[in-house]
């Protein structure tokens, strides 16, 4: 280190004079090229330090605010800025972000002057221009109407990178109609459950010009929608949609529908699709792909004005449930379903439950090797006079009870092949089947001393034939007169 001696000045010229302690030789340094030595070295490092910063931030921004093919959907980034400066297709630049625009025309009613409504109910978006019955208004999720009656308003809104419309008009009860327009984009849209659900008054809906190849979840869109009388689904694409569950569950009102254009190849669920839509005359979903179809459990429960039903083949062996699948479907007088693969189906419960108008059913293919419950299978069929199903196998069934309670139309039944192995529950199978008059039961058996109410209401002359370990359990039951056949 150099050892500092003196300062002098030598005419104009200042100078310091320092000592080398190493070599005992003195050195000396101008002031002024000391000064400018200091602030150039200052200077630089300062220049390093803000390179860095810069760089720092740069880099943050970039990674941050905008990752090219990442949750932005940038495009290209800006260098300087570090945010998206172009979008992928399908996606509107707005302040440095993509964003996605939807926009529609609604009808919405209100019942009283200076009502406040919900015009959406979720979703994570800004609505950036409203007009209402014509005027112009300040963008909000909700509106108070000066009047009352029916108000058309147009919304325009952006979505940060949304993947689901779901819940998007959720309950709004004053939602009359909707239109999509061209700039709502549904291009990445992914869900659509409970879209519509709860739009109690909801009449009509236009979905055909969304673009939905991209939807895996139609669960519940218009469920509880009971004023929908019409809804246009002939561009829906359906082709990667797995769900299906409730779609139209409780549309009242809907007397039609076109469904020609689903594609149902990937569908697992069906379950409660048409559940409770009392208006519907009939439904031709023919053109269903049913191979990876898992559940239809009460499919069509409660379908009573259904009078035509043109089903698809249910051959693909994957159903797993479909029980109270025709239940309380009063109008419907004839079912086919020879055409079901149903090797893994282990309940069919309710399956025509109620069926009052029913006078034909095909039975012949189904499968019941692992079916353990046949429970109320056809109660209240009251117009079904013969039912044939001696291919049924019965070892493993365990309910039977209710089985055929009040079908008052039946005059014979056969079921010499049921094996009652496995029976815990039996009782009031024949109640009020007041016009039997053959009866074949001569394989079933059951242990146990408990009594089995059995039939109720029995016509006054008829045939049975019954196994002898069996009589006694339904003692009193036969009316006199009948002809008894002891079997065993």
Known sequence: MLKLLKEKKDGEQDYVK?????????????????????????????????????????????????EIGGEEKCLTCSNIKGECASCNPGYVLINGKCKINYSFKAVYYTEANNENIDLIYYLPSEIIEMTVNGKKENPSKNFTFKNSGNQNVYILMNVDNSTSLNKMFWRIKNL???????????????????????????TSVDLSILNTQNVTDISSLFSLCSSLVFVNLLNFNTEKVKNMNYVFYGCRSLKSIDLTSFNTKNVEKMDRMFYNCKSLTSINISNFNTENLLHIKSMFLDCSSLKNLILPSFDSGKLSVMTYLFSGCSSLTSIDLSNFNTKNIRSLTQVFYGCTSLVSVNLSNVITDEVYDLSYLFYGCINLSSINISNFVTNNVKKMNYMFYNCSSLVSIELSNFNTQSLTELDYMFYFCD????????NFTVEGEKNISLFYALPDYGEINVNKKFID??????????????IG
Request: net charge positive.
């Open 18 to 66: 320092f000592e080398n302690p190493e070599t005992g030789k003195e050195i000396n340094l101008s002031s002024k090229r000391k000064l400018i030595t200091i602030i150039l070295i200052i200077f630089f490092g300062l220049l390093i330090i803000c390179s860095i910063i810069i760089m720092i931030i740069i880099f943050k921004n970039k990674k941050n605010k905008c």
């Open 176 to 202: 009359k109609s909707i239109i999509f327009t061209d700039k709502f984009d549904t291009n990445n849209i992914t869900t659509m459950n409970d879209v519509f659900a709860s739009c109690s008054s909801l």
């Open 435 to 442: 016009k039997l008059k053959y009866i074949d039961i001569s």
């Open 473 to 486: 359990k339904i003692n009193g039951q036969i009316p006199i007169n009948w002809e008894r056949n002891i």
